[in-house]
């Protein structure tokens, strides 16, 4: 039996219907990966678990490795069977295992699990971004895709206010919880209204196996790993980052209320970084944004190094959000502009899974600098680095060579399918 969705969809449907169900798919994503990192200091604390800094930075590891493996896979499915279902599949995976996570009796089932909800974790983004990018205007494709983006840094400001008001009172199981809401909101919503992507039906499965062998063939392969690299980068610094700052900033002399404030700080610049950063991508493209702000979410951590007032610390956490995850969310819309619908979700796949092993990165290598006793300066100078790197590996990017395609029909009346 099919839902309504799975018919032409009504006049009335709009582009910004598909957006706001990326977004609320991916804010919770972002709640269920950053609140991990809100609530290490309540977990190292735990009687009868007895976790160290580099464990817990491990446990955090796992659901990233997690979406390295459903990145790639999902991407995959996504360009043979169709966006929709895979969309609403991921949705259902993600939300029962985090129940598991809350219910976990010990760090090893806890690690266990959350690697598990990383398998629909790492699927969701390729997914919901090949469907926006195929639905969107011309001229606007990298904004709404950024729009929904916005979606991760939103669910780490949910997170952290979460953290700041209800640790104590439900404590880290109760805000684990939190993440399975998906599983009676947006799951119902989507079966009952969520559309297939009209392109996706016009390209059909018979294109995504061809054009899937260009990723690994001459110019499209060097993009491909260069996708990847820069990827990795973007990662390593949002999850490292959101994992370990509020131990940073307990480590440099701030209390834990002050400390979650600045994860808050974090994710509230990097809500206004992606939604600027994807507005100018539209006019400029995705290679000169997505390299400038990787720079400057550079300078902004080496600032960092040095002491500050509280106030202009605030401005840097602020600033250093903006440029980090607003270098990763025109990143991805870069990526999926540059490849043909046949192989849009499976590229978007394959170099956010690879880039996943940069996220898995990220907390591990936070764990060993903290447990060494390096502080905020050494953490956030190897984070500069990184920055860097994740810069001139956008940079380097092959430009695309325009393929010349009949368009598909439009999904929706009044909007251009062209990718």
């Known amino acids: 039996m099919s839902s309504p969705a799975a018919a032409t969809p009504p006049v009335a449907r709009s582009a910004w219907l598909v957006v706001a169900l990326g977004f609320g798919a991916i804010v919770f994503e972002g709640y269920d990966l950053i609140v991990y990192g809100s609530v290490v200091p309540t977990m190292l604390a735990h009687p009868g678990w007895s976790m160290s800094a ?47 996570v809350a219910l976990a009796p010990s760090p090893g089932l806890l690690g266990l699990f959350r690697f598990l909800a990383g398998l629909g974790f790492g699927g969701i983004p390729p997914t919901a971004i090949a469907l926006v990018v195929e639905v969107a205007p011309a001229g606007r494709k990298l904004f709404y895709n950024s729009v929904m983006l916005s979606g991760f840094p939103v669910g780490g400001v949910v997170a952290a206010v979460a953290s700041i008001t209800l640790l104590g009172p439900i404590g880290f199981r109760g805000l684990f919880a939190l993440g399975a809401v998906p599983l009676v909101t947006l799951v119902p919503l989507a079966w009952w209204v969520l559309p297939e992507s009209a392109r996706f039906a016009s390209a059909g499965q018979a294109a995504g196996g061809g054009k899937v062998r260009a990723l690994v063939c001459g110019q499209a392969a060097v993009a491909t790993v260069l996708f990847a690299v820069a990827n990795f980068c973007g990662f390593l610094l949002v999850f490292g980052l959101n994992t370990w700052l509020p131990q940073l900033m307990r480590g440099a002399g701030y209390d834990l209320g002050s400390a979650l404030t600045f994860l808050l700080l974090l994710n509230i610049g990097s809500v206004v970084g992606g939604l600027v950063g994807a507005a100018v991508s539209d006019r400029f493209g995705g290679r000169v944004v997505a ?31 903006a440029m980090i995850v607003g270098s990763q969310s025109v990143l991805w819309g870069y990526v999926a502009m540059h490849y043909d ?14 880039g996943r092993l940069g996220a898995a990165a990220g907390p591990a290598i936070g764990g060993l600098l903290v447990a060494s006793g390096v502080g905020l300066a050494g953490n956030v100078v190897v984070f500069a680095v990184a920055a860097l790197a994740g810069a001139v590996s956008s940079v380097l990017v092959p430009r695309r060579r325009t393929a010349t395609t009949t368009p598909a029909p439009a999904l929706l009346p009044g909007l251009d399918p062209t990718p």
């Open 54 to 100: 580099g464990q817990a930075g491990a446990i955090g590891s796992y659901a990233l490795l997690g979406m390295f493996l459903g990145a790639p896979a999902s991407g995959w499915l996504a360009d043979r069977f169709g966006r929709r279902r895979l969309f609403i599949g991921l949705l259902v995976w993600f939300s029962v295992m985090m129940v598991l």
């Open 291 to 321: 390299t400038t702000l990787f720079v400057l979410a550079a300078a902004a951590m080496l600032l960092l190094t040095a002491p500050h007032s509280p106030a202009l610390t605030s401005v840097l956490v602020f600033v250093a959000g």
């Open 341 to 354: 619908t046949g192989a849009r979700a499976t590229a978007l796949g394959v170099t956010s899974g690879i």
